[in-house]
C-alpha cells in the first residue's frame, strides 16, 4: 500500500507541473500525438504546424457558437509507450473529445486500440499503412493508404515505356513495407516484371550494394518505398553509381517532400511521385495556405503539414456538425465528412478511409523542386 | 470508485504497466551483474518472451495461464545456446556480443513473415494486468531478496568483487554465472509476456540496441547492492519522461542532464547499501 | 560487378574506420565506454556546415577547423563529466551512465536548436560528380575518405609507436596507477585523448556528412553500434584493429547485400561478431587479457 502512495503522489505531482497554464472551461479539448522529439522529430514537428496553422483560422471564429478549440499536441519521441501514455493523459486528463495522429503507423498500432476502447474518434493524419482503420470503429484516417496512390504512379511510369522495374524498400518499419507490398502488387497487376527486390534500414546511409547490383540487371524503372531521408541517400547513390536519367526512379509517399530536393539535389530530377497534394496546386484555397504556412513559420509546408492542416478543418467541422463536444455524435459526424481543403473534396468510406483518390496526380522532380509530370 | 479516479487510474494504466515491465526487466539485468557480468541480452531475452507469447496467443489461441509461464522456454533455450561460448567472455566484450544476439534477432523477425515483419504482430489481447505483474515482480524480489541474504548471495558478491579470489575461495563461478545468466532469461522473458499483452501491438525494433542500453541504466542509475535499488532506477527512468512532459521540446534535455547530475553525485547508484548478512563471516 | 561491390565494401569500410578511430583510441586509452563520442561526430559535420554555408569559408579551412573544434568541446564535456568520477574512484561503469545521460541531453539540444530536419552542404564545397576507372565509379568525396583514413592511422601508429607521448599513452592505457606513479600526469594525457579522440570524430562527421550528403543532428547515433563492433572486433585501444576490422564490415556487409540477400546484411555482421569473439574472445588481434569491466 506504502509503494502505491508513493506512486499517487508522484503522479500528483505530474498533473501539477502540466497543468495548462490558464485553460478557458469554454474551450473543446482536441489532443495530438505526434513526435515532437527524437531522430524522427521532422516528421512530427510539420504536422503540428499545419494543425496550429488551421487551428488560428478556425478560433477566428470560432465553433459551436463562439466557442474555442484548445489543442493540446504531446511527444510520442517515435516511441510506442510514450505515444500510449500520452493518448491516456490526452483522453484522461485533459479530456480530449478527439485525438488526432499519431505520427507513425506502427504508433497507432499501439495508441489505435486504447482510443478505440474508449470510444475517442481517432484521426491519423500521416498514417498509411494496411489494416490502421481496421483496429476498430472510432479509428480513421486522413491520408491516402499507399494502395490508392502507387498504382497511380506506376501507370504512367509505364506508360512512359516501362517494363522492368527494380523494387527497394525500407524493411524495419510499417510504412514503407506497406508501401513496398503495394508497389509489389502495382507491378504484378500491370504485368511488369520485377527483376530484383532489395531492402535496407531506415537508417541507412550505405545504398552502393544494392544499386550495383540493380545497375548490371538493366531495369527500366527503380521503385523505393521509404520514408525521404533514406530515399534521398538511394538517389544520390544512384546517380553517383552511374544510373543515368534512362532509369525511371519512381517514390512511394515518403518520398513526397520537398526535402528530397533538398538533400538530393539535381540527382533526383526526373523521380516521379504520386500525391494527393503538391504545393504548386493552383486552386486559391492551396495557395493562401501555402502563402500563410511561409508567413507564419518562414518555410514551404510539405505534405505532411498540408494533410494536418485539412484534417484540422475536418474535425472542426465534425464536431460543429456534432452541435456538441461528444465522442460518440463526434464520430458520427466525422463518418458523414464532406468537405473540401487544400487536398481537393474529401470524404471517408464506410471503413473511414479516405473515399476518393481522385485528387492523385503525379509530380516528377526537376531542378530540385516538384511539378506536374508530363 | 470516484470518477476521476477511476479516470486517473485510466490515464496512467500504461505507466503504470510499464512501470512493472521495466522493474521485472531492471531485476533481469541484476541479477547477470550481481555476479559482475557485463551482460545485456535482457532486450533479446525480452523480445523472444514477447514474440513466442504473442504467437502462441494470435495463433495457437493458448490460454494466458499457460502463455506466461512458457514464454520463458525460447529465452532460456537461448540462453542456454549462448551460456557456454558466451561466458568464457568478460566485461565490455561480454556486453557487445550479448547485444549482437538482439541485433540477429531483429533481422530475424523483420526477414520472416510469421513474425509479422516490419508491421509487427497486432492485436494481442489484453491478458495481463496490475495482479500479474506486480505479483511477479513482488514474488521476483522476493527471492532474489532472500538468495542475496544466503551464502549464494555472499558468493554472488565475492565474484563480483574478484573473480579469481571467489575462485579460489571454491566458488563454482561458471555454474553461478550460467545460472544468473537463465534467472535473467526467466526475468526478461516474463517481462515480454506481460509487455505484449497490455500493449496489443509488438514491433521488431523494440528490443535491439538502444533498449538493451535503456535496461542496463535501470541498473547503474538505481544501484547493484540490493535488488529494489535497480527497480527504483527503472521506476525513475521510467517516470521521468512523462513528468517533464511540462517542458516540451526540452523534454528529452532535462531527462539528460538529470541523469547527469544523479550519477556525478551518487556513482554508485541511487540506493547504494548493501544487503545486510547474519551468521558466518 | 564484383569490382564496384569491392570497391563499395572498401569505401564503407573506410566510414566505419574512420568513425572507429577516436572511439578506440579513447576507449583503450582512459577505458571509459565514452557514449558522448557520437555527439562529436556530430558536432563536427555541423561546425563544418556552419563554416561552409554561413561564413562561405572555402572547405580546406573548414574542416581542420570544425575538427579542432570539435577536440576542444570534447576536452570541455569529458573532463566535466568524467573528472569527478575519475577523483572519486567510481566504478567505471558510472562514467558509461554519466556520459549516457549526457548525450541524450545533447542529442535532444542540437535538435532543438537546429531544427530535426537532414541539412546538406553547399554543392560548390565539393564536385558530386563520379570519376570512373576500370569500370569502378568513385566520387570526390569517397577519395577523401580513403586518403584521409589512411593517413590518419598512419599518423596515429606513428604517434603510439614513434614518440615519448605515445609510450606515455601506452603506459597509460596498460596500467594508469602505475603511469601515474611513475609521473605521467594522467589528467592532462587524459584531456589530451579526449582531444584527439573529439578531433577524430569531428573530422569523420565532415567527411562522412560530405560524403552522403546528409547532416542531421543523430547521425552520431546511428554510427555508435558499427563503431562498438569495429572497436571490439579490432581490440580496444588497437589502431590498426580498428582499420582492418572496420574494413572487414564494410566488406563483408557488401558482399552480403549484393550476393546474398541485402535483408541479412546486418544478420551477418553481427553473426560474424558473435564468431569473432567466441573464437577469440579478445579481440580478432588481441592478446588474451582478462580485464573486468
Known sequence: MNRRHLLTTALAGATVTALPAFAQPAAIQVGAVEILTGPAAAYGIAIKAGLELALDAINLKGILGGQKIALTVEDSAGDKNQAINAARKLIGRDKAVVIIGPTLSNEMFAVGPVTNERKIPTVGTSTTAAGITEIGPYIFRTSLPESDVVPVTFKKAQARGMKTVALMYANDDAFSKSGYDVMKASADKLGVKIVATETFGSKDTDFSAQLTKIKALKPDAIAISALVEPVSGVVLQARQLGIGPEVQLIGGNGSNSPKLGDIAGKAADGMIVGSPWFIAKPDEVNQKFVAAFKAKYNKDPDQFAAQAYDCMFIVAAAIERAGAADSEKITAALAKTSFSGVMGPFAFTSGRDPASADGVVVLEMNGGKFGIAK | MPPWLDDFFWTYQNLVYALGVNGLLALSIYVVLAVGQLSLGQAAFMGLGAYSSAIMTLKFKLPFLLVLPASCIVPVAFALLIGGPTLRLSGVYLAIATIGLGEVLRAVYLNIDWFGGALGLSGIPERAGIGSIYGLLAAALAVLWIIGRSHIGRAMEAMRTDETAAEVMGINVPRYRLGALLASAVLAGLAGALSAHVSSFIGPNEYGFEPAVTILSFALLGGIGTPIAPVLGAWILTLLPELLRGLADFRLVFNGVIIVIAVLFLPNGILPFRLRRHGRP | ?293
Open chain 3, 1 to 293: 560487378m564484383l569490382g564496384q561491390q569491392l570497391a563499395n565494401g572498401l569505401i564503407l569500410g573506410a566510414t566505419y574506420a574512420l568513425f572507429a578511430l577516436g572511439f578506440t583510441l579513447m576507449f583503450g586509452v582512459i577505458r571509459v565506454i565514452n557514449l558522448v563520442y557520437g555527439f562529436y561526430f556530430t558536432a563536427g559535420a555541423f561546425i563544418a556546415l556552419y563554416l561552409t554555408r554561413n561564413l562561405g569559408w572555402p572547405m580546406a579551412v573548414a574542416f581542420p577547423a570544425a575538427a579542432i573544434a570539435s577536440g576542444v568541446m570534447a576536452i570541455g564535456i569529458d573532463g566535466l563529466l568524467l573528472t569527478r568520477l575519475r577523483r572519486v574512484g567510481a566504478p567505471e561503469l558510472a562514467s558509461l551512465m554519466v556520459t549516457l545521460g549526457a548525450v541524450l541531453a545533447l542529442y535532444a539540444t542540437a535538435t532543438a536548436l537546429l531544427g530535426p530536419d537532414i541539412k546538406r552542404f553547399p554543392a560548390s564545397v565539393i564536385g558530386a560528380e563520379a570519376m570512373e576507372f576500370a569500370a569502378i565509379r568513385i566520387t570526390q568525396a569517397q577519395v577523401l575518405i580513403l586518403l584521409a583514413t589512411i593517413v590518419l592511422v598512419g599518423g596515429l601508429l606513428a604517434l603510439m609507436h614513434g614518440t615519448r607521448l605515445g609510450l606515455a599513452l601506452r603506459a597509460m592505457a596498460e596500467n594508469p596507477d602505475a603511469a601515474g606513479l611513475m609521473g605521467i600526469d594522467t589528467i592532462r594525457l587524459a584531456a589530451l585523448v579526449s582531444f584527439i579522440s573529439g578531433a577524430l570524430a569531428g573530422a569523420g562527421g565532415v567527411l562522412i556528412g560530405l560524403n552522403f550528403n546528409a547532416i542531421q543532428p543523430y547521425m552520431g547515433e546511428a554510427m555508435m553500434l558499427r563503431g562498438f563492433v569495429v572497436i571490439i572486433v579490432g581490440g580496444l585501444g588497437d589502431i590498426r584493429g580498428a582499420l582492418i576490422a572496420g574494413l572487414l564490415l564494410g566488406i563483408v556487409e557488401v558482399l552480403t547485400a549484393g550476393y546474398i540477400a541485402s535483408g541479412l546484411k546486418e544478420a551477418v555482421a553481427f553473426a560474424i561478431l558473435v564468431a569473432v569473439l567466441w573464437s577469440r574472445p579478445a579481440g580478432l588481434f588481441g592478446r588474451a587479457v582478462t580485464r573486468r569491466a
